[in-house]
């Protein structure tokens, strides 16, 4: 049994959380993971109020346990996706991809417990100051947008930097791996990448299977250039980005390139045109199971293993 700041907190039995991840992190899988005892993650993304609504909507009818919501606060319907979550009484919300400073005085009023990602120390910082309930330090491992620092390296810095619980995200797909973590001084564990194989995760079979069948070298990272970095699995969109971004294309010919990417991959299973987001950790992510499977298996893992470090302490 592992009680931490963060079950407490969200009155959940396990310190895991299940990634945002857009397109991709919907109503039945997060309430998948509340229901194992974790906390599912709804992605808003760039998707308009009524998919949100819709989504959020499932997940109350497949789960009576908490679940939170992320809002990616670049997204051109961050407005309204703020105030739905309020109106929806969603006990979390996690951010990113920006400040969420205009919303927290409504979000704390409403009482929602509010836990931005954060990827540097003065993020971290900024979002004590703003109301942060705790922080998810997110290294650059992970899938999807990423920062400079591996998680390694941040988690405690961010641990050292604020007095708010920390939970660790990015190259966490087991129990070993959530472990490390905690001796860095973390009370909890945020996975994307190991949830794409979950059952209950409805994205294209192709991309399913090309998570399970990834090896140790399987992603890369592209849009340095433009200032919004971006990790996934190497595919002939992702060197075609590549190629673009340092062969002289205009940032309006990269948007236009980038434009739908990920919808392609999730939805049609598009390997030419879509862009199939992965965290280093996919070459670990080798059989289809259920939520609950995944979620049992990583704290048993975690568990076991700091139960055994110890053996080296005489």
Known sequence: ??????????????????????????????????????????????????VVEKEIKKAKGLTDKPFGVNIMLMSPFADDIANLVVEENVKVVTTGAGNPSKYMKAWKEAGIIVIPVVA????????????????????????????????????????????LPVLAAGGIADGRQAAATFLLGAVGIQMGTRFLSAKECNINP????????????CTMVTGKRV????????????????EAEYSGASDEELDRLGTGALRLAVKEGDL???????????????????AEDIVLDVMKGLEETLKGAMKWVK
């Open 120 to 163: 540097s120390v003065a993020m971290a910082k900024l979002m004590k100051r703003v109301g942060a309930d705790a922080l998810i330090a997110e290294g650059g491992e992970s899938g999807g947008h990423v920062g400079e620092l591996t998680t390694i390296v941040l988690v405690p810095q961010i641990v050292d930097a604020t007095d």
């Open 272 to 290: 030419e045109n879509g862009c199939f987001l992965s965290g280093q950790v996919a070459a670990m992510v080798n059989k289809e199971e259920s």
């Open 206 to 217: 192709v991309y399913k299977e090309k998570i399970l069948k990834a090896n140790d070298l």
């Open 227 to 242: 200032g919004h970095p971006v990790r996934s699995l190497r595919t002939n969109f992702a060197r075609k980005y590549a």
């Open 1 to 50: 049994m592992i009680e931490t700041p963060i079950t407490k907190m969200l009155g959940i039995k396990y310190p895991l959380f299940q990634g945002g991840m857009a397109w991709i992190a919907d109503g039945e899988l997060a309430a998948s993971v509340s229901n194992a005892g974790g906390l599912g993650i709804i992605a808003a993304g760039n998707a308009p109020r009524e």
